[in-house]
């Protein structure tokens, strides 16, 4: 089995940063296997964010490009999500995934 958990989420003003973690465990190796960002605001479909394969190669929707910056830690087993310059449309719940797991999600929300 595997386990994703992540946290860093929180409330922040227009124009300030989080960063997320995902803690990966049991069979999830993050140095073999994609990791993604997902996020989903309330009352609307899920939608990736940002996608960090194996080899390192990064991809970013295009509505954060720029402004988030995923990475990852192979020591930890834990990848990162950098966000900068946030928006009030970037609030939502920010979810971890890879393979067929899922994690539980942390709460952004971004005033303005």
């Known amino acids: 089995q595997g386990q994703l958990v992540e946290s860093g989420g929180g409330l922040v003003q227009a124009g300030g940063s989080l960063r997320l973690s995902c803690a990966a465990s049991?069979?999830?190796?993050?140095?073999?296997?994609?990791m993604e960002w997902y996020r989903q605001p309330q009352g609307k479909q899920r939608e990736l964010v940002a996608t960090?394969?194996?080899?390192?190669?990064?991809n970013y929707a295009d509505s954060v490009k720029g402004r988030f910056t995923i990475s990852r830690d192979n020591a930890k087993n834990t990848v990162y999500l950098q966000m900068n310059d946030l928006k009030p449309d970037d609030t939502a719940v920010y979810y971890c995934?890879?393979?067929?797991?899922w994690g539980q999600g942390t709460q952004v929300t971004v005033s303005s």
């Open positions: 995934h890879s393979r067929q797991f």
């Open positions: 049991g069979i999830i190796f993050i140095r073999l296997n994609a």
């Open positions: 960090i394969t194996g080899g390192g190669s990064t």
